[in-house]
């Protein structure tokens, strides 16, 4: 944490030096300082990505900030829409403002010692020598020291500009640094190979520490990955990578809610009455289902994810997506997994599930349907359709797919280690439900 700004003593007060004529009313006025700092580039960025943080177009946010939208979009772009930490930091008393660098003019200008102008800031008498070494092509010394032998003051030409000091403290402080992924040529390697491997960079920085616990100097944070992809003038991973990537954007962009509406389905059951159990994930057989739609809507594949274990099973829908044969692929699918994994189905209020009610009688399955406008209500079916987008782009015929094919993806897809499930692949978790299932119950195992 970053220590509360000292205040500045004797800011608005005179002084007499060589040279103070005319600064008293420039250098002495805190709010003419502030308005320069208002006008200041960092300062402006600060703002600019506060307002873009806040939900603004970057286009509107430049404009915010008396720049142009062009400016705007350019350093969008450099960023690679990742909002950079270090300008959305407040300013602190950890480093010397403008202001302090002014004061510390006026004591050099007054003469006074170093440990004068550390008490009058309320500072180190160290910050302020080292100010001044950084700053001045000579070693400070006060004015009495320098009195000649008749008692008369030689005049030494300071040359201590509070200006060109507070101009290189921020080129100093100039970020981002090199990455460690820029520097460590085999860990760069190894990412790029996962990220071709389609894992996720938290996966990535999971696996990482996993595999080799004790070298914590080849750790590297997710949002570390996501930059060295995004963030221009790093150069650490190829921009290309960004295609291996759940979305596949080469710029990060908020996410924007639907505002899809749908006609309602005869004899649907709300989601407010899908049992409890099903809510926590405790108890297993809990499905959600969608589809994902090709290029103009012909096409679609069926998405299934079961809450417990994120289990995935893919609907191969050849023919179309219409109620008939949605309802084929479903009853074929619950036939792969044993009875008692087969509970509740919440779906959104799509018309292909216009037969719900002979699907349910049918599997015993009972279906819930989630309110309009409400995906987050499928979260676990939410995530897993984008992340299938690596394999179904947008724009694809869908119905080219073959069902092998779906069948190596839903592998693959149970094959990844998840968060949320103590880093445990889906199929791990349901092998190990099925044998307690098994040992518990007698209930046989499937293939």
Known sequence: ???TQPSIVGTNSGFSG???IGRRNTFGNAEVWRAMEFRR?????RRFWLHVKAGKLRGDAALEVGLRRETGESWFRQAGGVIPAHVLQEPCGRFLSPLEREEIFAGVERGESIRAMARRLGRAPSTVLRELRRNMHHMYRTRWRLAGRAGRPRVQPFDYRPSLAQKRAEQLSARPKLAKLTTNSPLRAVVQAKLLLRLSPEQIAIWLRREFPQQPEIWVSHETIYRSIYV???GALRRELAASLRTGRALRKPHRKSDERRGRIQGMVNISQRPAEAEDRAVPGHWEGDLILGKYGRSAIGTLVERTTRFVMLLHLPGGHSPVQVEQAMLAATKR???????TLTWDQGREMHRHAEISIATGLQIYFCDPAKPWQRGSNENTNGLLRQYFPKGADLSAYPAEQLEYVSWEMNQRPRKTLG??????????LLSRTSSEAGVATTG
Do not use: I, V
Not at 337 to 343: E, G
């Open 1 to 3: 944490m970053c220590p």
């Open 18 to 20: 060589p040279g103070s």
């Open 41 to 45: 580039p960092r300062e402006q960025r």
């Open 232 to 234: 221009q003038g790093r």
């Open 337 to 343: 997994l044993p009875q008692a994994l087969w509970k």
């Open 423 to 432: 880093w445990d692949t889906p199929a791990e978790a349901l092998a190990k």
